[in-house]
């Protein structure tokens, strides 16, 4: 199938707007980084989804499911086939204490519809960056809270482009991982079961973490959040530390100052500068202390030609 046939049976699912070509995706990651998706699609309803995903299949066209970007990194010969940003799939509501929020909402902003609600249970997640999709495909968590805690439901679409409706159990939700991934599911909207609370003491708490967030974390520079998974019996970022690399830079990228676990795109680095800095810092800790660091973070894409 031609590049213009593709992008022509892209708009007929959705429409002009909602289709880039050879699109940088260094525009659509926290990290700033990587090369350029053939098709860049963002769907606007769950049936869009769900017909590209059928035309992916049809015409054996490789597909790509991008999140928001924030755990990732996409390399710098970009990624082939359709890519698809779930962004404009952004809806939050509640109904009675339930808050369903649609994947490319921001956790964030589910969490704040919570608080709006007196809502409690979803106050860790008020400063993890990501999609409400990405959320349960990693099953993120922070500050003691994880979205196992509170995920009751979720309607995906499967690799055929069917619908299924998920309990939480069903996702085997462990220590940053589920099984969506290897299902192939796309998450499309997510249930949490809330409880009452009082708007004050949800809010202290939200106002806490996000402190602690801002004072620890470097947000002043593109990064991809958390790199590295705690490694049992330790933390990452003070093995980091301890091994001397706080500051430590391989072209453009750098191993934050104000929190080792974090990688920092600090002047215009790219995707290689940035893994390179990754294999370096795995090497010097399974050098210094011998403990593997596994990654959180995801790397997709080609290498440039």
């Known amino acids: 199938m031609s590049n213009h046939h593709v992008y022509e049976k892209l708009i007929s699912i959705t429409s002009e707007i909602n289709v880039m070509v050879n699109e940088p995706l260094k525009n659509h990651t926290y990290t700033r980084l990587g090369g350029q998706a053939d098709w860049l699609v963002t769907p606007e309803t769950y049936d869009e989804v769900r017909q590209i995903i059928k035309l992916a299949n049809k015409e054996e066209i490789a597909f790509t499911l991008l999140g928001n970007g924030s755990n990732l990194i996409v390399k710098d010969g970009g990624i082939r086939g359709i890519v698809m940003n779930l962004n404009k799939l952004k809806e939050i509501k509640t109904e009675g204490t339930k808050v369903i929020a649609q994947s490319g909402a921001r956790i964030i902003d589910t969490s704040r519809e919570a608080l709006k609600q007196r809502l409690t249970g979803l106050e860790f997640a008020c400063g993890i960056p990501g999609s409400v999709g990405g959320a349960l495909y990693m099953n993120a968590g922070a500050y003691g809270g994880e979205i196992k805690d509170c995920l009751e439901s979720t309607i995906v679409v499967d690799s055929n482009g069917d619908l299924l409706t998920l309990r939480a159990e069903d996702l085997d939700l462990e220590y940053r991982t589920s099984n969506i991934p290897d299902n192939g599911y796309i998450v499309l909207e997510a249930t949490f079961a809330l409880q009452e609370g009082e708007y004050d003491e949800i809010k202290a708490v939200m106002d806490d973490l996000t402190y602690k967030r801002e004072s620890k974390q470097p947000l002043e520079y593109p ?78 894409g080609e290498d440039p030609q």
């Open 223 to 300: 990064s991809c959040g958390s790199v590295f998974k705690r490694p049992p019996g330790y933390f990452a970022g003070k093995l980091i530390q301890d091994s001397g690399l706080q500051g430590t830079q391989i072209g453009g990228a750098q191993v934050s100052l104000k929190h080792a676990g974090f990688i920092v795109n600090k002047d215009n680095a790219t995707a290689d500068e940035y893994i390179s800095l990754i294999h370096h810092v795995q090497a010097t800790v399974k050098e210094k202390f011998g403990v593997t660091l596994e990654r959180e973070v995801r790397i997709i």
